[in-house]
T-cell receptor
């Protein structure tokens, strides 16, 4: 069953802690993306990767870091430098072949900072 | 940089009413346009997309959207909504240049009353 999995579904963090959100895809897609969703603000791009071992900052990369060591995995670390990390985080993937690509989304991780 | 505006933040309709959700983008060049939908508890999924050809595009579940280049608009329509259309709808744009990642609007929450 092809798709994108994200774990955990809910994550609680104390202030000052780093946390890592997992994103795995078995769609054989080259491109992967991380978005942050806040009420009334839509989705904002954090980081994206067009190919393994390469990634680019999106619109709101400050306080976040990523790695892309494997094609199927694109973990996101929310660092203590992120001032307001409580949000819903969505991972997506696409073939990366064209600007017309459809992006496929995972179920999301809801992060709450206590 | 491109931006997307969705002016209707919350729409409430009765079943069988007609729907039109507005979407305007700001970008002077060639764009690819998308509507995504997020049903309660489900993944964000593609509703329809436009990249060339007939400016009236049809998507899943009876939705359609019309690209009007002169107005920088890509409004979503459905002639008769159902209770199951209750969801959040996002318009997104991906210009034919630069990064291959979507820029989303703030979303419209549609509530259909039975």
């Amino acid at each position: 069953d092809g798709g994108i999995t994200q774990s955990p579904k809910y994550l609680f963090r104390k202030e000052g802690q780093n946390v890592t959100l997992s994103c795995e895809q078995n769609l054989n897609h080259d491109a992967m993306y991380w978005y942050r969703q806040d009420p009334g603000q839509g989705l904002r791009l954090i980081y994206y990767s067009q190919i393994v071992n390469d990634f680019q900052k999106g619109d709101i990369a400050e306080g976040y870091s990523v790695s892309r060591e494997k094609k199927e995995s694109f973990p996101l670390t929310v660092t203590s430098a992120q001032k307001n990390p409580t949000a819903f985080y969505l991972c997506a993937s696409s073939t990366g072949e064209a600007f017309t690509d459809t992006q496929y989304f995972g179920p999301g991780t809801r992060l709450t900072v206590l | 940089a491109q931006s997307v505006s969705q002016h209707n933040h919350h729409v409430i309709l009765s079943e069988a009413a007609s729907l039109e959700l507005g979407c305007n983008y700001s970008y002077g060049g060639t764009v690819n346009l998308f509507w995504y939908v997020q049903y309660p508890g489900q993944h964000l999924q593609l509703l329809l997309k436009y990249f060339s050809g007939d400016p009236l595009v049809k998507g899943i579940k009876g939705f359609e959207a019309e690209f009007i280049k002169s107005k920088f608009s890509f409004n979503l329509r459905k002639p008769s909504v159902q209770w199951s259309d209750t969801a959040e709808y996002f318009c997104a744009v991906n210009p034919d240049t630069g990064r291959r990642a979507l820029t989303f609007g703030s979303g419209t929450r549609l509530q259909v009353q039975p």
